[in-house]
């Protein structure tokens, strides 16, 4: 087999658990995102899109929905001879089997198929970030600096720099320190959480932090901080273009809003740059009826809407909206079926919901007096007809809220 | 089931009728109902009835359906065995005629590859009639009545030219007439789809070799219904049959209706088409949308009602777009007015524009202009 010049492992087997509710029974990649994608289609297209067609996916929690998600990767062009996607659960060998202890656990554990490549340079990457990104170009940096490990960083607003990981790099992007989250900040240079590394170095690093008593096995925590003390030759390579984190209720419903926003760069429609998703088969085109009032909003296939209002909002394929209802900076995913005068403001509804007549959902911040938060409806909920669902209130999946 | 499925991209010369916008494409690949093409009903109902070894005598302008179809995935038809075969007029060394005088004719031309199929039966099907045809239940019908070939019918509205069914009370063909003008009244028009065991279409084809036949209609079905069982199968559901803009307007436009979807599209007969990673439809602040069919990847910032609007649409500001058809990435300019119109693919429509068909003579732009 020709060996690859780089391949990618992506680290999909986070619980998400700042997510709750969405992430109860399914990992945090498999969530649904933008009216048609689901997060790990972000990395997966990257992937695609920057030449590199081998890419190895770590699951772990909850992986079902994920495995039949990615299947052969035809949808992302994964479906290859030599290389493609490849999902990698943890596995017993000989008498113990092992879970996936920490990210760098994770990829030391696969040392096995990356080898099979034989590569000369692994990008690491995260099933938790919408952003475009060309990773070649990341790696031609990598090379052009003769780097060991390059870690991709994003410049954000100094008063926010304090919730990342921050890298401290000179002049010639050379890195001298990391911080996790530092209270007092030295610079703006946030970790994205994706590496590149000569295989090699890595290889070598992965095996001598196995060794260590008391490693937590993480690359953040151990590996890029052993290297570095180590004296390998550590870059920090600039991205400049959109990019969230979205492990948390709040960031994931703010991404999903920034898709609506023309003055936010990620352009999903880029024919350069497409963003590939496993889309539904038999879908009729949307059917917007009657007396309906949309604006600043994204509508996908077989979404229904009659005689209701619809602002700043996403809708995934096979919504359906009733008389009399209204929506505003809501996120409503497939299938979710919303009866007649429903209110559903500043909330996330996961797929299959059931919104009966007359429900509320969710409040604008300025018009609520308790703590505010985006209200949750998880996946095959129903929220029976008049019952209120309070901001930052979250729904569990598959329970029915109905009168006490 | 177990049979071989053979679709017609072309009317032939059996339907002397065409329209402007199959000038530049096959009849089976007319896009239809916001993200279809029309082939992919007959394609989705074979699928749908387990038949899983397709061959399309594509004869010429196909194209866009080489495109549309590719290695058959989407339709689940990319198979070791079997699965999508291309049959273009001179695919094989035993083709011997360049464009195939009649349906019959194609057919003679791909003996070769008939006889190397292993199913029972075979459905022929023109991939241009919009119906979802249950083939089980036609098989079943087939298999009771012991007929020697079926033919599925609809009552249906037709033009003049359609043929039509005489049909007695057990469901037997007496007689085949071709219309002798457009009908408003429903009457029972063949939608094209034929169903007889592979054995008996190659003992056919030998014979029709000999004496040179090459209508489907005029000698497999008219020679045949003194001697032969000829049935007819009734498609209760929605059906048409398109030969002009006019007939592919109200049909296009009947799909607002909630029983055609219901019809078309039921829900356990999928109908399939080609993916694309469109992303979902803008609706920008001034956006007034009513009662219409709208595809991904559309932007919409201006008017739209009664209207079907395919993949990638754009209305900018302004622009009021009523009882119109607008194919795959038409764009209609700021404060442009469209009414009764098709605009085909790539169509641009600059600002500032008034342009008005009506019902009967719908305006139809074709593709790539620019107005």
Known sequence: MKNKEALAMLLAGGQGS??????????????????????????????????????GVLTQYRPLELHSYIGNGQPWDLNRMNGGVHILPPYVSGATGEWYKGTA?????????????DPEYVVILSGDHIYKMDYNKMIEFHKEKKADATIATLSVPMEEASRFGIVNADEDDKIYEFEEKPPVPKSNRASMGVYTFTW?????????????????????????????????????????????DVGTIESLWEANMDLLNPNIPLNLSDPDWKIYARHGHSLLPQYIGKDVEIGESAVTENCSLKGCSLWYSVLFSGVEVEEGSKLNSAVVMENTKIGKNCTIKYAIIAPDAIIEDGAIIGAEPENYDGEWGIAVVGSGATVKAGQKVLPKEMIKPNTVKEAE | MNALGIIFSDHYSESGLFNS????????????????????????????????????????????????????????????KGGLTMLSP????????????????ALRSIKGYIEDQQQKYVVMAFGGAVANVDLDEMLRFHEQSGSYLTIAYADIPANKGEMTLS????????????????TEKPCPCSLSIYLMSRKDLLDFLEEAYNKDYTHMNRELVQKN????????????????????????????????????????????????????????TFYGYHAKVENSLIADGCTIKGTVKNSILFRGVTVEEGAVVENAILMQKSKIGADSKVSYVITD?????????????????????GKDKEV
């Open chain 1, 200 to 244: 090699k170095k890595l290889r070598h690093y992965l095996i001598e932090d196995e060794k260590t008593e008391g490693s937590s096995n993480d690359f953040g925590k151990n590996v890029l901080p052993a290297m570095l003390e180590a004296g390998e030759r550590m870059f920090a390579y600039p991205f400049d273009g959109y990019w969230k």
């Open chain 1, 105 to 117: 656990n994770a990829i030391y554990q696969n040392i096995e198929f990356i080898e099979k490549y």
């Open chain 2, 167 to 182: 049909i007695d009370q057990d469901g037997r063909i007496n007689d085949l007439a071709y219309l002798p003008a457009e």
């Open chain 2, 345 to 365: 693919k790539n169509v641009t429509i600059g600002a500032n524009n008034d342009l008005k068909g009506t019902p009967k003579a719908p305006f139809v732009i």
């Open chain 2, 225 to 280: 219904l003194s001697n032969k069982k000829i049935c007819a199968y009734h498609h209760k559901e929605y059906a048409r049959i398109i030969r002009t803009a006019e007939d592919y307007f109200a049909a296009g436009m009947e799909i607002l209706e909630p029983a055609v979807q219901k019809g078309l599209f039921p829900k356990d007969r999928p109908v399939y088409t080609k993916v694309k990673d469109s992303v979902p």
């Open chain 2, 90 to 105: 001179l695919a094989r060394p035993d083709s011997h005629t360049i464009a195939a005088r009649g349906r019959l004719d």
């Open chain 2, 21 to 80: 916008l199959t000038a530049i494409r096959t009849p089976a690949s007319l896009p239809y109902a916001g993200r279809y093409r029309t082939i992919d009903f007959t394609l989705s109902a074979m699928v749908n009835a387990q038949i899983t070894n397709v061959g399309i005598i594509a004869k010429e302008n196909y194209g866009s359906l080489v495109d549309h179809l590719g290695s058959g995935e989407d339709w689940d038809l990319n198979r070791r």
């Open chain 1, 18 to 55: 700042r997510l709750y509710v969405l992430t109860q029974e399914t990992a945090k990649p498999a969530i649904p995102f933008g009216g048609k994608y689901r997060i790990i289609d972000f990395p997966l297209s990257n992937c695609v899109n920057s030449g590199i067609d081998t890419v």
